[in-house]
């Protein structure tokens, strides 16, 4: 949601799906800028703001937008109501700032629905049990969109982003990108991890495992544009094998994440033990690690390697760090400069050499590949941020994606 | 609350009165300009924007005051914990943007004053029991302080505010008005009702119907500044009779309300109805009615006169036109250009001739009186507001008010 301007865009959309014959259900985000400005009052006052204040600050965010659009909705004829995640309410754990949707009521809502109203519901945002504000994280409103979607069984959650739909990679990386007109729902999971950032990896989780198809559509077309032509102009994300051709091709995009660290712990004697342990002194922090190897030395000695976002790597070094004495290892090393390149594709699965074609590629192009993971449908490579474009547009072009 | 660097002043003050002691419930109104701003937002969308809609975005602002102000006290070291209005809950009936409070749960707050927690509570807002946000209106932040100070049955409720106590009239009208160190609860709800706009109203009915003495104190004073020094600058609002010196003066203060309007209805047949049923229809529509006579014409009929805020005059002058035939009276005139003028003292239960004082000191001004209207502890005329001023002033020296 951006200007006011935007908000009556919004409005004039969802009523036209509305006088169509559709119950219609608005999950909306913050108008644009205005988490950064809530975000910077709080700046102002403290370097490490209370993550519950934080949450309660920044959800006034959204409370914001529901309202204006459901006046804007009013205004052009239509009845709406808006609702705050408590008021729904939208049921999440207690983890400030990154908390989890555990379940969404909907009698309210069907209620207002059965009413004729139109919904609105604030994003992002949800209630714990002790009555607490959370926040669900940035690109939450995702999730809570697909979440709300889930708890209704509605037949589709259309989600209007800044993009007007998912590409086989970034268009700002390789400029013959190509809109895919669907795409399977295990592959968007796997493009939302590794970073092409259309929709929150939760929401598409969410969506696959309760089978609501995703369209992603550009916020920015002509909101009275034809039902039909609309919904063409954007990406279905869906599980449904009906709508997605598996024979046809074997990789359907490529996607990456700049900002990855990567760490390695030298020397683990043969113990089982520390490997977990480590792992969990870590995403007890709430860190997300990704990429893990583990390899046995010649000494006898096991070498292990896991890559975390960027912006966590300091915090890692530094729980490694004051943990060091009561592990037993040699040493640990790392490096932040590097990123990761994926290939992707459901095909796959039927189709062999994918890995070989596409580290003979990297290779040709004398780009080294420091990790590598493989899943059935996607394989990931991390090499140094310096190489990362160039990596995405030769394995663009070496699976002729802008052809496809 | 104004500015961030207000913010961090109230929390310099709050932290004052909590490590001398005392356990501190802090009750916060929007920054300063904040209301303004979601309003001006509602209103790019919407000329008469849904009440419920509006206390929903109105809400907000102290949503993000109280937050802040948590932050700020933790930076300082405090223990701070920030809730809205629903998360107490303050309990409220379903009035949108004029709602009353009816009652305030204080299982939470003494929890965490227990806990060794300050307590920020946003107020001017409550939910009411279908859990719809609910606004109390301007200034409702002070019956927020009172309501919860009940509730906890605290000792004191201080009110900071841009002015540094309660004066014997308006210093911008008379500039000898005086400071007054102590005021009768029962002056002051006259006060407050007739336009010194101190504290709204129903904060002071409150208090005084629970015995909660309110402190009404500047927050543009040292937030450093000892504490005792500081009580002593404003004005304590009480109805303890040891804090009145009840017998030594008549008059208290000068109130006046210039913004008033006076609608006469004229010729009503006699039946007692056709009053009650006017009132009815005025005050149906959450309309003040403020002064009122009945006088009977030579014909048999009577003559009926109110007044109301000038805010409101065209809504009822549109209610009464509407329903015009339905009523079996002569003519409604009407006139928008009154103020209200009141002399106030609980000491004019024990003095007599204050009322002819008053008129007389009028009437050598050649200031016609519209209407008259007097309760135990007040006198209050309509006059032409271009008098206003003039009436105040001369009634201010009269009463001798500048020298008690």
Known sequence: MGSIERIKNVASRVAKWHKAGNQVVVVTSAMSGETNRLLGLAKEISDQPDPRELDMLVSTGEQTS??????????????????????????????????????????KVRR??????????????????????????????DTSAVAVAVSLKASECMIYTDVNGVYTTDPRVVPNARRLKTVHVEEMLEMSSLGSKVLQIRSVEFAGNYEIPIRVLSSLTDPLMPLEEEANSGTLVTSFEKEINMEKIAVTGIAFNREEAKITVLGIPYCPDIAHQILEMVSSENIEVDMITQSRSKDGTNDFTFTVPRSDYSKVKNILDAKKENIDVDEITSDSGVSKVSVIGVGMRSHVGVASK????????????????????????????????????????TFDLQNS
Not at 66 to 92: C, D, F, H, R
Not at 128 to 140: H, Q, S, V
């Open 66 to 107: 529901v309202t204006l659009l459901a006046m804007a909705l009013k205004i052009i004829g239509e009845k709406a109501v808006s609702y705050a995640g408590w008021q729904i309410p939208v049921n999440t754990d207690s983890a400030h700032t990154k908390a989890r949707i555990s379940s969404v009521n909907d009698v």
């Open 112 to 141: 207002e629905l059965d009413d004729g109203k139109i919904v609105i519901i604030a994003g992002f945002q949800g209630v714990d049990k002790l009555g607490n504000i959370t926040t669900l994280g940035r690109g939450g409103s």
């Open 358 to 397: 596409m580290l003979r590629t990297l290779s040709e192009e004398n780009i080294n590949v420091h990790m590598i993971s493989t899943s059935e449908i996607k394989i990931s490579v991390l090499i140094d941020e310096k190489h990362m474009e160039k990596a995405v547009s030769v394995l663009h072009n």
